[in-house]
């Protein structure tokens, strides 16, 4: 593993930890998108079918359960607990994830590195990952203001996916047989998606004012 890699996993370890927070400590999912949760729970259970088959270190079997446990917890308390649910705005969060599900299902069985069930639903799961924020950035752009945690939760998700980029590009150089063409590209596309909302989040940042997107 390279500094790049354990960057990323911190940083996106960091950002469940910040969106865990804000649950549990306001009682509130204000100006969170259940769907985009939803999507990536859908994430790491199909990416991680692998958990109890192939074994590669402690580190990598922890985080993958703590990313599965943390993304399911989340989607419980959106939908079923009693307090938090009432919070969720389901005016704002109308996005059809639904149509990405599929775009991505189809995209996963005609691009995939090996047509095996495990390989083409770590296709999908990369697919989908690159898209699962959608939701959440549209519900931000309809509600305008954004709430520091919810800010901070998007910031470290965006950055994850940015240092994964640097590893990488630094495994292309270090490996022989560097073949993950298909997270490389997935990702560029996610970090991509994130670029007006770091616009935003950086004048805020620099005029230290609470982060406003415009609709």
Not at 48 to 65: A, G, R, W
Not at 114 to 127: D, G, M
Not at 165 to 194: D, H, K, M
Request: with cysteine; charged share 15%.
């Amino acid at each position: 593993m390279n500094i790049f890699r354990l960057a990323g996993d911190m940083t996106h370890l960091i950002s469940v930890l910040v969106l865990l927070l804000k649950i549990y400590a306001t009682k509130s999912c204000s100006g969170i998108s259940l769907k985009t949760q939803e999507l990536y729970a859908l994430v790491f259970l199909m990416r991680y079918l692998d958990l109890f088959t192939d074994f590669i270190s402690v580190y990598n079997t922890v985080m993958k359960i703590v990313f599965i446990v943390s993304s399911l917890a989340i989607v419980w308390c959106m939908r079923v607990h009693p307090l938090i649910r009432r919070t969720y705005d389901k005016t704002l969060d109308t996005f059809r994830h639904y149509f990405l599900v599929i775009g991505c299902f189809v995209l996963a069985l005609l691009v995939h590195e090996k047509f095996t069930f495990q390989e083409v639903f770590w296709a999908f799961s990369i697919y989908l990952e690159a898209v699962a924020i959608l939701p959440q950035l549209v519900l931000l752009q309809r509600s305008g203001n954004v709430d520091n945690l919810t800010a901070q939760y998007v910031f470290f998700l965006g950055a994850y996916r940015a240092f994964y980029i640097l590893n990488w590009i630094y495994r292309y150089f270090t490996e022989p047989r560097f073949t993950r063409w298909i997270a490389c590209v997935s990702g560029l596309v996610q970090t991509a998606l994130y670029a007006d909302f770091f616009y935003y989040y950086f004048i805020s940042w620099k005029n230290n004012s609470k982060l406003k997107l415009p609709a």
